[in-house]
């Protein structure tokens, strides 16, 4: 780095240490571990949109179903503080308050991919030219495959029922004038709309307000992916009128690797027991579950549409880091300190490398979370090996191909100097170049 550089870094360090002297959960970042670089020292943790940190208190919770296993074998279903028969139950409140939705329109169950053919069984319909599903040409490919693989289920031409809609040429992200306008234009032919909440590559903020109004206008349903927006970003799926969405609690919600997901029903469609589904034994009333007398009738909220007794341990490692969700004051909170970090990270860049990295990620806080993504390809350094560096100096971020490093400061347990040290090493390697 240059001398003037040098003086601006520093200039930054000092304003991070300020901010998070003044940062009024600074102290949540002491209940998580952190990974340890070669010399013990903590890693810059960026990757929390992938795999969240665990929280201290979760061995401590799965531990206890672990001991009421041993203890009490096939009784646990009943006995205990937390019996295993309604033990989802107690994630409901905290993941509903989490995602914006009254209690009886969340359930936690099974994975994400799992989920969204489970709602694509009820919610995507075809009948006559009616039999389009609008999703991203960049979709995540579970979610692509997960709605090709729907429309060939039905017999029809996955060529002619995705309704792909990408970036405008020129640009990285999709506007909400373009989806509004594709809706417009296909609103005879439209089944269904399935988009992200949050976009897993640039890191975009969809309105999800506006195109699920949008869609009720030519009663086209809606279902959102929030992988990357549960936990992430304040959501309002209940008053925005969403019909579903589902997301997985192993990113921002720090539940462990492959952990269980959530998933959001519209109260509209939960009362409605002639709502098509694929059923199971759990989402049988349960007032008579066991009198198999194998006449379906639904649990009239979300948890219709389970189908097995869920896995307890993952269940625990759920409801632990929902109690450290409970005690920072929830979303609202988090986010407030979100919009600051990744701010403080969008300056850091502006002040440190002008010019040298491109930000994919829109600039305007509502349009994003806590995720930016860089394009650091020069003409003398590749994308590529500036993250393997990153990786080596202990910052861990994630690559994309072909071309983009996703760095993801989590409010619950990044720091503001994490955030500047981070930015003065991609300076320090990139002018290095
Ligand atoms: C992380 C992620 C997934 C992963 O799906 P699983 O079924 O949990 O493996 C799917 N879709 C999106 C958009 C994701 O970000």
């Known amino acids: 780095m240059n001398e ?33 670089t070669e010399e013990g020292q903590d890693e810059i943790y960026f990757v929390g949109n992938s795999l969240g940190l665990q929280p201290k208190i979760t061995r401590e919770y799965v531990l206890q179903e672990l001991d009421a296993w041993q203890s009490r074998g096939v009784r646990g279903h009943f006995q205990g503080d937390f019996p295993w028969l309604p033990y989802h139950e ?55 495959y997960a709605v090709e693989s729907q429309i060939k289920w039905h017999g029809l031409e996955p060529a002619q029922c995705m309704l792909l809609v ?68 304040p959501l309002n799926l209940s008053h925005w009128d969403v019909d579903f969405a589902c997301w997985c609690t192993y990113k921002y919600l720090n539940s462990g690797p492959g952990s269980i997901g959530g998933c959001f029903v519209n109260s509209r469609h939960t009362g409605n027991p002639d709502c098509l589904r ?93 995720q930016l993504s860089l394009k650091v390809d020069l003409r003398d350094i590749s994308g590529k090996s500036v993250f393997e560096q990153l990786e080596s100096a202990g910052i861990r971020t994630d690559w994309r191909e072909p071309d983009v490093i996703r760095a993801a400061p989590v409010p619950l347990y990044n720091s503001y100097h994490e955030v500047c040290r981070f930015v003065i090493e991609l300076a320090r390697l990139l002018n290095a170049a």
Request: proline content about 6%; some cysteine; glycine content about 6%.
């Open 4 to 36: 003037s550089q040098h003086t601006t870094a520093q200039r930054l360090e000092n304003e991070a240490r300020q901010l998070d002297a003044i940062d009024p959960i600074a102290d949540f970042r002491n209940e998580f571990y952190f990974p340890k």
């Open 90 to 144: 107690f994630l409901t409140d905290t993941m509903s308050e989490i995602v914006g939705a009254q209690s009886n329109e969340v359930v936690v169950m099974n994975t994400l991919t799992v989920n969204l053919h489970l709602m694509l069984a009820s919610f995507y319909r075809p009948h006559g030219k009616r039999n389009k599903i609008l999703l991203e040409r960049q979709a995540f490919p579970s979610d692509h």
């Open 166 to 233: 990408e970036p405008a040429p020129g640009q990285s992200t999709i506007s909400t004038e373009q989806i509004c306008e594709r809706i417009h234009q296909y609103r005879d032919e439209l089944a269904l709309i399935l988009l992200p909440g949050v976009q897993y590559y640039t890191g975009q903020v969809f309105d999800m307000q506006k195109i699920t109004e949008k869609a009720r206008e030519f009663d086209v349903l809606v279902g959102f992916d929030l992988a990357h927006a549960a936990g992430n970003i």
């Open 278 to 370: 694929l059923a199971g034994w759990w989402g049988h009333d349960k007032a008579s579950r066991f009198r198999m007398e194998n006449r379906f009738s639904p649990i009239p909220t979300a948890e219709g549409w389970q189908l097995s007794n869920p896995p307890i341990l993952s269940l625990a490692a759920v409801r632990a880091s929902l109690d450290v969700f409970k005690r920072v004051g929830g979303v609202g909170r988090l986010r407030q300190k979100s919009v600051r970090l990744t701010g403080f990270f969008h300056e850091c860049l502006a002040q440190l490398l002008p010019g040298k990295v491109q930000i994919l990620t829109p600039t305007e806080p509502q349009q994003r979370g806590c």
